[in-house]
Nanobody
Framework: QVQLVESGGGLVQAGGSLRLSCTASGRVFSINDMGWYRQSPGNQREMVAKITTTGFPDYAYTVKGRFTISRDNEKTVYLQMNSLKPEDTAVYYC?????????WGQGTQVTVSS
C-alpha cells in the first residue's frame, strides 16, 4: 500500500500564488508517475499536471504557463501555482501511479477569491 499526504492549500486572492506538496510513503516503486488532479462541486475530477520519474511533465491546457510541477525523487511532488484565478478553486488531489495501481491523497482545498 501507498499513502499520500498533501499540504499547502489555502485561500488566496486572484493573481496570487500557492505551492502544493505531496509526499508518498509505503510501497513506492522507483518508477512511477505522480500528479495533481482537482475537483470542484458539480464537476468531474480532472488532471491538472503530472510528471514521470524522469521529470517529463504534462499539463492541462487551462493551467499551462501558470502552474509548474516538479519532483525531488520517487516520493515527493510539488505544484507551484501562479497567477491563480477563481476558476482554479477546487479540492486538489495528489496521485501516484505505479504498475497498474493508482493511489490518491485525501485532498487539499484551494480557494481563489476574486
Amino acid at each position: 500500500q501507498v499513502q499520500l499526504v498533501e499540504s499547502g492549500g489555502g485561500l488566496v486572492q486572484a493573481g496570487g500564488s500557492l505551492r502544493l506538496s505531496c509526499t508518498a510513503s509505503g510501497r513506492v516503486f522507483s518508477i512511477n508517475d505522480m500528479g495533481w488532479y482537482r475537483q470542484s462541486p458539480g464537476n468531474q475530477r480532472e488532471m491538472v499536471a503530472k510528471i514521470t520519474t524522469t521529470g517529463f511533465p504534462d499539463y492541462a491546457y487551462t493551467v499551462k504557463g501558470r502552474f509548474t510541477i516538479s519532483r525531488d525523487n520517487e516520493k515527493t511532488v510539488y505544484l507551484q501555482m501562479n497567477s491563480l484565478k477563481p476558476e482554479d478553486t477546487a479540492v486538489y488531489y495528489c496521485n501516484l501511479a505505479q504498475e497498474r495501481d493508482n493511489y490518491w491523497g485525501q485532498g487539499t482545498q484551494v480557494t481563489v477569491s476574486s
